[in-house]
């Protein structure tokens, strides 16, 4: 049996109130390629994070190459052998492929001679090596994105990194792209390299993968080789057994149709051809997988990305949204999935983030009216239980679920008739995510179509009236919701039956 | 569980009052020392010139701060003003318009100079800065060639100069416009919609579009109307020399971007206000005047405000920096023993 | 878009320098138009005194050119080429040899370069605000203590002792010096391709183990340095020394390097097209003469070429970054 390049032993990490791992082992061999797997939120990319150095654990031990290791920063971890490979490349995108490798590779001492014959020849050497056809001489920003991925391997492989990560590489590529990326991978493999890959495309791990962990709530679920497992029961040990929370009951009887999308599609964001209707009292979700479209779908109904294609129908009248005072004019509200970069304005007071959404309904003739905010604020910090000590207390003194009360106020106060809400639990508290998911239900009851975009497939399961599933920016299916969870996940992964609407 | 962190003050509202109270304080020595120094400083007089000779500069600061709140920056309004000072004396003595249109010309020329800064920085995204320092060039430049460096225009009517030279009710015959004008921008700024989304602009520009504000017309507005301001700014300077002439307002830009920064206004944006401008204004007006009656040459005020806008800047962000390193230090001294005697 | 090795050579080389070529292009339109239109622009010796006139500003454009690669700003560089050259010129008066006058108008340079650098890179703060407040602060410091009096230069220090024309070529034999150390220096020494990662993405560059606190500092030292030798080329030719000099001349370097082509946001942009930029601009005056159009349009003119050329960029990222 192959060395153990690295041993990861009961890691535990926690972010303020969430514990993101518990107690996780892992292990990976030289000449293996180690997949990792799990749902949105699992754990995979904090164990990266300190698998990288880039995040200490609380507690466990690491192992890099037969010695433990302790306080591991990102430089000794470089240092060490681990590289990571991450979905967005961060190479300097003004600068050449040979000058971007160079920069990783070189000593940092300023002055010295650049052999830029030199630099072309490693990077040429390098990107033959990984089978790439990319000149050294191109400047990084005309290259595609699979194409910077490559060089970023290339980086990886010059500074003889031992330990290979690769965060969802094939995510953007095409067809023939990925077939050149695994031939890439495996010759990493053949030539005594770990590489731990990540990925939600089933059929990718079982034709490259030797061995393959799933993490589900921050534990591993299990180590299994490739070929003693398939993918069934892959996808049940992804989603559990059991959803653990209780969610408040679907009360609400679905009225009439208040949005509805016929062939919706947007060529600058990638969402193509979708087709649903959402009626009022009723909670949709969209499930699927980070980057299937979803926050883009929304932000296309926003106006914020307009939509090329296809029809709107608010309440049977074609309309376009064309910018988000449309949208708010129309009745659509967007709650953001970046709370603390979109969602509230962090420096500013509660009532001011509250109100910011109904200016001109609230403040007829643009004049500010003190007493007509303070008021709604109140209201809404009473009707959502918003913790805080008044209508002054900036936003970001809050914690992360009352934050997310506000920006739902914000976006309540604009009376919608469509609310479409993403990722609204996420990086929240227990206490604070049942209360968000009561608040919504409520809405639901009082007659809002409710969009629902969460990676967390309980919440989509448990809180959901239909789930529609998207995949590579097309809706792929519309189930029922009581589906259960393997259901849901093979369509997000497109596994399934496709398109059973 | 989260509890809602009852300790923390609001930050937001504090520092801006804050910074606003050391300026008033500031001010407040300032008056004392020169008033002790200097025998006519305090007198009613003396006090009408420091207003008399600020309004200017007090106009072009107060149009600069929705621009700098929204975290842009306009290097243009003193070439602007040099600008609508020459198209104003043309007007009037050239093409022979009655002075209120010419004036009312003027106001509109400044508006539209605003509106070139406007759609260059919001229709093709152009960092302000390059922007404004393109038509800094420019609206000097056409000044310059309009007047070939050297027609001065003279010879306003005393009915003109009215405006800028005599009293009205004891008091500047500007100072009622300025006084207007500052009153209108607080009103603007602190009490509408517009100022409170020059604000989240600067803040969080993204943010703002999330919470569907118009994003790109609300900073045109603000640069629209600060041209128009320096339009106003260029009639009233016009009246109080009694002439027009090219270089008009050069290095304004400066002296009015250092008051609005020492009136407490962020230069990232989000934090500021008007009545922190006009303390700015009037920290740097007393400087100058009362460094004069101390008997002190007129460049230790420049030297000064320079050195100040320095401090202005600085202490925010060492006092931040401060913490920071204090924070890190402590951070670096307790976890060490942790990880290696943790592992089973 | 994959651009192949063989054709990578010429065309990658017209696509990617895009920019400087187009800036090439223009001043040998205008060179052209002005051999056709107005012949008498090409006398030796008026040319050789406008080359020699902007020697000094050369200088400073390649300095500020590395300042705004590595996306900073520095526009109190007009205030330090004062402050430099009054310092050379009293000590000069006082009968210093020249070579110790030189070291110490570069010395006087670096150290204001330096508090520039200090108060951006140590504090970060923003550059723009930073040398502002420099700019006036060094200004009015310059005119307190000199009380807008000349200096008097000692005979032997005009042209370096060397007679006009060979002073002459001297200086923008010194100049072309300096921009092609400066350029060869950007291309092949790695701190200057450390300047180009730092203006790219200083967070992406902390990353690749550089250190872009020092490397902001040091453009901005560097800025001072070449500041006070340009005030240096400055002095020599002309018998005093005003202490209103380098009024403006910040925008006129900053514009060179706009106009140039490189990014104001940083990380692009070479000394070559800098060079061209410079010389783009400083042919404008003369060819309004020659053209008898009013040069009172110079300063007009110049404002919308960089208008012109930062619309260019505009459209340019707007294109790519789609």
Redesign the interface.
């Known amino acids: 049996m192959p060395p153990h390049l690295l041993e990861l032993r009961n890691i535990t990490k926690s972010y303020l109130d969430v514990k993101a791992l518990r107690g996780v082992d892992f292990d990976l061999r030289a000449g293996e390629v180690h997949a990792l797997l799990g749902e949105n939120g699992a754990g995979k990319s904090t164990l990266i994070k300190v698998i990288t150095g880039a995040h200490a654990p609380d507690d466990g031990t690491i192992v890099i190459a037969g010695e433990t290791v302790s306080g591991l920063s990102?430089?000794a971890a470089r240092r060490l052998g681990v590289a990571c490979i991450y979905q967005q490349p961060?190479?300097?995108?003004?600068?050449t492929v040979a000058?971007n490798i160079?920069?990783?590779l070189?000593p940092?001492?300023?002055?010295?001679?650049?052999d830029?014959p030199a630099r072309r020849e490693r990077a040429a050497g390098l990107l033959t090596r990984i089978g790439a056809?990319?000149?050294p001489?191109?400047?990084v920003?005309?290259l595609?994105m699979p194409?910077q991925q490559l060089v970023e391997i290339a980086c990886a492989l010059g500074a003889g990194a031992r330990i290979v990560i690769m965060d969802e590489p094939t995510a953007s590529l095409t067809q023939k792209e990925q077939h050149l990326l695994f031939a890439v991978v495996s010759d990493l493999r053949d030539s005594g390299v770990g590489v731990i890959y990540i990925s939600h495309r089933l059929d990718e791990i079982f034709s490259l993968a030797d061995r393959v962990t799933v993490l589900r709530d921050g534990e591993s679920v299990g180590t299994n080789p490739v070929d003693e497992i398939n993918e069934s029961a892959l996808i049940q040990m992804m989603v559990g057994r059991e959803v653990a929370q209780i969610y408040p009951p679907s009360e609400s009887e679905p009225g009439e149709v208040v949005l509805s999308l016929r062939e919706v599609g947007c060529a600058?964001s990638g969402v193509k051809g979708v087709s649903f209707d959402v009626r009022a009292g009723e909670v949709f979700g969209l499930a699927g997988l980070v980057g299937a479209g979803r926050t883009e779908l929304a932000r296309i109904l926003f106006g914020l990305t307009p939509a090329d294609a296809g029809e709107i129908r608010l309440r049977d009248a074609v309309v376009t949204v064309h910018s988000p005072r449309d949208a708010v004019a129309r009745g659509i509200a967007y709650v953001p999935e970046d709370r603390r970069r979109h969602g509230v304005v962090l420096e500013m007071p509660i009532a001011q983030n509250m109100t910011m959404a109904v200016h001109r309904i609230l403040f007829p003739g643009s004049w500010l009216r003190f007493g007509a905010e303070r008021r709604l604020t109140l209201d809404y910090i009473r009707d959502l239980a918003v913790k805080a000590w008044g209508p002054e207390a900036p936003a970001g003194s809050l914690s992360g679920g009352n934050q997310q009360k506000v920006s739902l106020a914000r976006w309540l106060a604009t009376k919608p008739s469509v609310l479409i809400m993403d990722e609204p639990t996420q990086g929240v508290d227990v206490g604070a995510k049942s209360e968000i998911h009561r608040i919504v239900r409520g809405l639901a009851k009082k007659g809002l179509a409710v969009i629902l975009i969460s990676s967390d497939l309980p919440e989509v399961l448990g809180m959901s009236d239909r789930i529609g599933v998207m995949r590579g920016g097309r809706l792929t299916a519309v189930l029922p919701g009581k589906s259960s969870a393997s259901t849901v996940m093979a369509a997000a992964l497109g596994q399934a039956e496709k398109g059973a609407a | 569980m989260s509890s809602p962190a009852p300790a923390p003050l609001p930050k937001t509202r504090r520092v801006p009052w804050s910074h606003e109270a050391v300026l008033f304080l500031l001010l407040g020595m300032e008056w004392f020392y020169f008033n002790s120094v200097g025998a006519r400083f305090g007198s009613i007089d003396n006090t009408f010139d420091i207003l008399r000779h600020s309004v200017e500069i007090g106009l072009l600061a107060l149009a600069l701060t929705p621009i700098i709140l929204s975290g842009g920056?306009d290097l243009s309004v003193g070439s602007l003003l040099g600008l609508c000072a020459i198209v104003f004396g043309k007007l009037w003595r050239d093409a022979g318009v009655p002075i209120p249109v010419a004036a009312g010309c003027t106001v509109l020329l400044g508006a539209l100079a605003g509106g070139l800064n406007a759609t260059?920085i919001t229709w093709?995204?152009?960092?302000p800065?390059?922007?404004t320092?393109?038509?800094?060039?420019?609206?000097?430049?056409?000044a310059?060639?309009v007047?070939?460096?050297v027609d001065t225009f003279t010879n306003f009517p005393s009915s003109f100069l009215f405006l800028g030279q005599e009293r009205w009710m004891g008091m500047p015959a500007q100072a009622p416009i300025f006084i207007l004008v500052a009153v209108a921008m607080w009103l603007f700024v602190h009490r509408t919609t517009y100022g409170r989304s020059f604000r989240v602009i600067g803040y969080a520009p993204e943010g703002a579009a999330y919470a569907g504000i118009p994003v790109t017309r609300r900073l045109a507005l603000a640069y629209v109307l600060a041209g128009a301001i320096v339009g106003l700014a260029s009639i009233i300077y016009t009246a109080r020399l009694g002439q027009a002439r090219a270089d008009a307002g050069t290095g304004y830009e400066?002296l009015a971007?250092?008051a609005v920064?020492l009136g407490g206004t962020s230069?990232?944006g989000g934090i500021g206000s008007i009545h922190g401008t006009l303390l700015g204004v009037a920290a740097i007006a007393v400087l100058n005047n009362g460094l004069v009656h101390a008997r002190q040459?007129r460049?230790?005020?420049?030297?000064l405000?320079?050195?100040l806008?320095?401090i202005a800047?600085?202490m925010n962000?060492?006092t931040a920096?401060l913490s920071l390193w204090r924070q890190r230090r402590k951070a670096r001294a307790s976890p060490a023993p942790q990880p290696p005697s943790s592992s089973p | 878009?994959?651009?192949?090795?063989p054709v990578?050579g010429i065309a990658?080389g017209l696509v990617?320098y895009s920019r400087e070529f187009s800036v090439a292009f223009a001043l040998l339109a205008v060179l052209g138009g002005l051999a056709v239109l107005a012949p008498s622009f090409y006398q030796p010796q008026p040319l050789l005194s406008l080359v020699t006139r902007e020697a000094p500003t050369l200088v400073i454009a390649c300095g500020m050119a590395l300042v705004i690669i590595g996306r900073q700003?520095d526009i109190s560089v007009g205030s330090q080429f004062a402050v430099c050259a009054v310092c050379a010129g009293v000590l000069a008066s006082m009968g210093w040899p020249t070579p110790v006058v030189l070291l110490a108008s570069i010395g006087c340079g670096v150290l204001m370069g330096s508090i520039n650098g200090l108060?951006v890179a140590g504090?970060?703060?923003?550059s723009?605000?930073?040398t502002?407040?420099?700019?006036?602060?060094w200004?009015?410091?310059l005119?307190?203590l000199r009380?807008g009096e000349f200096v008097n230069l000692p005979d032997g220090l005009q042209w370096f002792g060397l007679g006009q024309v060979a002073g002459q070529w001297s200086l923008v034999a010194t100049s072309l010096v300096i921009l092609v150390v400066i350029a060869l220096a950007m291309?092949?020494?790695?701190?200057?391709?450390?300047i180009?990662?730092v203006g790219?993405?200083a967070e992406?560059?902390r990353?690749?183990?550089?250190?872009p606190h020092w490397v902001t500092f040091a453009t901005f030292a560097l800025l001072g340095g070449l500041a006070g030798l340009a005030a240096m080329l400055n002095l020599v030719q002309s018998p005093q020394v005003d202490p209103k000099m380098g009024t403006g001349l910040e925008?006129k370097a900053?514009?060179a390097v706009?106009v140039g082509g490189v990014?104001?946001?940083g990380?692009?942009g070479n000394l070559w097209g800098v060079f061209a930029g410079l010389l783009l601009l400083a042919t404008v005056s003369p060819a309004l003469t020659h053209l008898r159009i009013?040069a009172?349009?110079?300063?007009?003119?110049?404002?919308?070429i960089?208008?012109l050329a930062?619309?260019a960029?505009?459209?340019r990222t707007?294109k790519?970054g789609?």
């Open positions: 990102p430089d961060a190479l300097f995108p003004a600068l000058e160079a920069l990783r070189e940092a001492s300023g002055f010295r001679k650049v830029w056809d990319i000149s001489e191109t400047e920003c005309r595609s194409e600058a | 920056i260059l093709l995204r152009l960092p800065l390059i922007v320092l393109g038509t800094y060039s420019l609206f000097r430049g056409i310059e060639a007047t070939h460096g400066l971007i250092t920064v230069i990232f040459p460049e230790v005020a420049g030297l405000t320079g050195a806008l320095l800047l600085s962000t060492v920096k | 878009m994959k651009a192949d090795t990578a990658g990617r700003i108060l504090l970060g703060l923003p723009i605000v930073v502002l407040a420099t700019m006036v602060t200004r009015e410091g005119r307190w009380q291309r092949r020494m790695a701190a200057g391709r450390f180009y990662a790219a993405d992406a560059a990353l690749a183990g550089l250190r925008l900053i514009a706009v990014a104001i946001s990380g692009r009013e009172y349009w110079e300063k007009a003119i110049q404002g919308t960089i208008l930062v619309i960029d505009g459209l707007r790519t789609a």
